[in-house]
């Protein structure tokens, strides 16, 4: 069984920069592709972006030449940079093993502006 812990949220003014990860614990045998997810309050949750096992990556318009996804598969982490942040990027940051009901605990994100 794999499980997802992810780290790294709290608060930062507009314009600020994060960065979240996503750790993935137990029987991994190869790098799995990996969605980050936002829910924000009152909101469904909606996709943010994709990482394949080899790196490739997708985002959603809204974060588009600010967030990067990137991966560490000796270290079975996921990473969510995110640069130049606004007050609508606040919400609750999840991870999943794509196509599968694996997710993270999520981390909270917020922007003050």
């Known amino acids: 069984q794999v499980q997802l812990v992810e780290s790294g949220g709290g608060l930062v003014q507009a314009g600020g920069s994060l960065r979240v990860s996503c750790a993935a614990y137990?029987?991994?045998?190869?790098?799995?592709?990996m969605g980050w997810y936002r829910q924000a309050p009152g909101k469904q949750r909606e996709l943010v972006g994709t990482?394949?096992?080899?790196?490739?990556?997708t985002y959603t318009d809204s974060v588009k030449g600010r967030f990067t996804i990137s991966r560490d598969n000796a270290k079975n982490t996921v990473y969510l940079q995110m640069n130049s942040l606004k007050p609508e990027d606040t919400a609750v940051y999840y991870c999943?093993?794509?196509?599968?009901?694996?997710w993270g605990q999520g981390t909270q994100v917020t922007v003050s502006s």
């Open positions: 990482i394949t096992s080899g790196g490739s990556t």
């Open positions: 999943r093993i794509s196509s599968t009901s694996i």
């Open positions: 137990g029987r991994i045998f190869s790098p799995y592709a």
